[in-house]
Nanobody
C-alpha cells in the first residue's frame, strides 16, 4: 500500500512562491496518475491539478493554470507542486493523492491520500 507524505508548506507573502513535495513510500507510484488538492477552512476540498503516471501530461483548472505546475520524479518516488504568484486565497491545506488509472479531477477516484501540508499566504 502506498503512503504519501506532503512537505514544503509554510508561510509566504503574497506574490511569493513555494514548492511542495509529495514523498511516496511502501510502493512505487510509477503506475499512478498523481493529483494535488487543497482545502481551505470551511470549504470543500478542491482539485488543483494532476499529472499522468509517466509525467507526460498535466491538467489544471483554468483558475490556476499558469501559476501552478506539477512535475514528478518516478525514480525517487516524488511528486512536486510548484506554486508561483501566490495569493491569500491560495491559503489552504494541500494534499497529494494517487489515482490508479481514472485520470480524474474527482476526489473519489483517488485511492491514496497524504495527510496534507499547510500553506498560508499573507497579504
Amino acid at each position: 500500500q502506498v503512503q504519501l507524505v506532503e512537505s514544503g508548506g509554510g508561510l509566504v507573502q503574497a506574490g511569493g512562491s513555494l514548492r511542495l513535495t509529495c514523498t511516496a513510500s511502501g510502493g512505487t507510484i510509477q503506475y499512478y496518475h498523481m493529483g494535488w488538492f487543497r482545502q481551505a477552512p470551511g470549504k470543500e476540498r478542491e482539485f488543483v491539478g494532476r499529472i499522468t503516471y509517466r509525467g507526460g501530461s498535466t491538467y489544471y483548472p483554468p483558475s490556476l493554470k499558469g501559476r501552478f505546475t506539477i512535475s514528478r520524479d518516478n525514480d525517487k518516488n516524488l511528486v512536486y507542486l510548484q506554486m508561483n504568484s501566490l495569493k491569500p486565497e491560495d491559503t489552504a491545506v494541500y494534499y497529494c493523492a494517487a489515482d490508479k488509472g481514472h485520470w480524474s479531477s474527482r476526489l473519489n477516484d483517488y485511492d491514496y491520500w497524504g495527510q496534507g501540508t499547510q500553506v498560508t499566504v499573507s497579504s
